[in-house]
């Protein structure tokens, strides 16, 4: 999935994306401080068409070229 800003059509990061168009609040995304550091890249994998749910895949490689990383769900539930 790729998104866009609307103005420039310069790519959106997943970061970006996932606070401007799916509304994860920010103190949500920077929350896994650690998880990010180990595992650096985010990749939306999908989302639902309300937005109230987005699939992100976060991976990297270790030094012998495997990769490895994990996956996370933010989803809106009651509400927030």
Known sequence: ??????????????QETLFHYFGVPLHILVEPSEWYSYHRKPMIIE????????LVRFGTMNWSGESFGG????????GH
Request: glycine fraction near 6%.
């Open 71 to 78: 996956t996370c769900l933010y989803a809106y539930r009651d």
């Open 47 to 54: 989302g639902s068409e309300d937005r109230s749910r987005v």
């Open 1 to 14: 999935m790729t998104f866009v800003y609307t103005e420039s059509g310069e790519v959106c990061s997943p």
